[in-house]
């Protein structure tokens, strides 16, 4: 699965600072290595793919950003991953500029944590491309970043995509298995590094965990839309299952559906609610959390730019000494 990330830096012009974030031919990877603190890591990173073709790039960073950015380009590095996970953050073809900073805020991400090594791949979820320019556009894309995949459904929301997705994943990826499944969308910011370490301590199968949605005395139900992990067994289970579609209970309230599923199903017995470190950001932008997980309701760029100014992304990434940037 894991491409050479050199292998489509042909020319200068593409080794723009944030093009190497997101190496072409792998899907977004975050390794949270032990290592990472080492000067050995560190010098892996991203100035190796860009040495040459532009020398310019090494010197917009500080060092703190470059040590994010090997975090992400450290994953060719041949580790054994502790867990792995596939981010699938489900969206359509047309959302082209909410991809690209979700893109960014994906390779962006904080300073892993000291320990473990998690294996992180990120992709974008379409279903069929019917629209010719849309296919066009879409494979241009899918051809530069390599972070896409295009299921066998029509888009449409509540029209079984979840369903399609949860039941692909299993099939496109049986060569290498994940042990977790996550489904999210293109207006939840993930940290990645704060759910790998809830996740490192889970099982690693009949797992369901996300931010429960209670209903009567039930806490968790099911778990709401903004991002939900499964087990690569319960993904399995699911696309083998075919009382679901025998019942065509993949129409409807999707993630709510998913929980009925696994009720019925009597599967995904190890359920964990992150609640209050998933959350929907509100109107004022002012419940964001240092311990967040994810925060969702990113719907224009004025709230991903307080998201990313919060978590301190945008802190520091480019030297105060740069004259070609003059940011406020
Ligand atoms: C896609 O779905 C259609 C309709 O259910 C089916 O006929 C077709 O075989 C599927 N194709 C693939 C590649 O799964
Ligand atoms: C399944 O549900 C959808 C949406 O409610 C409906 O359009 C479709 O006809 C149903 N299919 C079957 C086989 O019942
Ligand atoms: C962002 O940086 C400031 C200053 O270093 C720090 O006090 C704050 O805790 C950081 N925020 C988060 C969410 O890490």
């Known amino acids: 699965m894991k491409t050479t990330s050199s292998h489509g830096l042909h020319s200068a012009s593409l080794c723009t600072p944030y093009l190497l974030l997101v190496p072409l031919g792998l899907l977004a990877a975050l390794l ?69 900073i979700v893109r960014m805020a994906y390779a962006l991400q904080p300073p892993p944590a000291p320990a473990g090594v998690a294996r992180v791949d990120v992709r974008f979820v379409f279903c069929g491309v019917s629209d010719p320019v849309d296919a066009a556009l879409v494979a241009v894309e899918a051809a530069r970043h390599g972070d896409i995949l295009v299921l066998n459904c029509t888009e449409n929301m509540n029209d079984g995509k979840t369903h399609e997705y949860l039941s692909a994943v299993p099939r496109l990826f049986a060569a290498a298995p994940y042990d977790y499944v996550m489904k999210t969308d293109d207006d939840t910011y993930l940290r990645v590094a704060a759910l790998v370490e809830e996740l490192r301590t889970k099982p690693r ?31 399995a289970w699911v696309s083998t299952n075919q009382e679901i579609l025998r019942h065509n209970d993949t129409h409807g309230p999707e993630d709510l559906l998913v929980g009925k599923w696994l009720n019925i199903g009597g599967k995904g017995k190890n359920r964990y609610n992150l609640k209050p470190r998933m959350y929907d950001l509100n109107w004022f932008m002012d419940n964001f ?7 969702h309701m990113l719907k ?29």
């Open 32 to 100: 949270v290595l032990p290592s990472l603190g080492s000067s050995h890591a560190r010098s892996e990173g991203l100035g190796v793919l860009c040495r040459g073709a532009g020398a310019d790039a090494d010197g917009y960073y500080t060092a703190a950003a470059k040590e994010n950015m090997a975090a992400v380009a450290a994953a060719d590095a041949p580790a054994q991953p502790e867990l792995s996970l596939l981010v699938g953050v489900l969206t359509m073809p047309g959302r082209r500029e909410r991809r690209d």
């Open 205 to 235: 199968d009949d797992v369901y965990l996300g931010h429960g949605f209670a209903v009567g005395d039930d806490p968790m139900p099911f778990m709401h839309g903004m991002g939900y992990v499964v087990s690569w067994d319960v993904a």
């Open 289 to 295: 959390q240092p311990d967040t997980i994810a925060v």
């Open 300 to 328: 224009d760029n004025r709230r991903w730019a307080a998201t990313f100014k919060y978590f301190n992304v945008t802190d520091g990434i480019i030297k105060p000494s740069s004259n070609l940037y003059h940011l406020p």
